[in-house]
């Protein structure tokens, strides 16, 4: 059977962007905004990978799952592991997008080496494939909580100027995190820039 798949004018100067992550992991943009910069740049092969974590792929394939044959207003056109479609921003450029992800693996015997493996293409993410991501990203909140816990007990040196709070109402821990699933020390970092206690202690720019 012929491929009916339709093709760019001219693949031999394609670009192609296939690592990028969105504030569902340790990005700083959701798709819309991805999508759009890519367009501006002309991309015509891109793939969102963001750290351990489906939440975007999720959505999409929700999304995509209640689309009909009669909608042709996006042009979106679903194939395994990704679609097909015209950006607003761009309508003549033809773009696939796959479903991707970023694995982090513990090499064995050495928990303090880690192996990012990049996942392109995947299918939609199985109960299996969710809870362990899950118990990933729970372990990774666990382990930033800690810190901040951590820096608020500490009273020497820079620490006895630095108090943090987790969760609850302002500016907390938690609420810099905000929807993504990969928190860091960076959003720590993060919160203490908001608050203002980097400049205090001489450490903003």
Do not use: C
């Not at 609850?168 to 970092?189: C, D, E, K, L, Q």
């Amino acid at each position: 059977m012929a491929d009916s798949t339709p093709t760019s004018s001219d693949e031999a100067t394609a670009k192609v962007a296939l690592h990028n992550h969105t504030f569902h992991s340790d990005g700083s943009e959701g798709v819309k905004d991805l999508i759009r910069h890519a367009a501006r740049d002309q991309v015509t092969y891109l793939a969102v990978t963001d750290h351990d974590s489906s939440q975007v792929w999720r959505k999409r394939f929700e999304r995509l799952s209640r689309l009909s044959p009669s909608v042709t207003l996006t042009r979106l056109q679903p194939f395994p592991g990704g679609y097909l479609f015209y950006p607003e921003e761009r309508p003549g450029l033809l773009m696939r997008m796959y479903f991707g992800i970023e694995f982090t693996v513990v090499v064995t015997n050495h928990p303090e080496e880690s192996v990012h493996i990049l996942g392109l293409g995947i299918d939609p993410p199985s109960p299996d494939h969710q809870i362990q991501l899950n118990r990933i990203a729970q372990a990774r909140f666990e382990r930033v909580k800690a810190v901040t816990e951590e820096i608020n007990r500490r009273d020497d040196g820079i620490y006895r100027r630095i108090q943090l709070t987790w969760d609850g109402p302002g500016i907390t821990v938690r609420s810099v995190i905000g929807p993504s699933m990969y928190p860091t020390r960076m959003h720590i970092a993060a919160t203490m820039d908001q608050l203002g206690i980097l400049h205090e202690l001489g450490y903003e720019g």
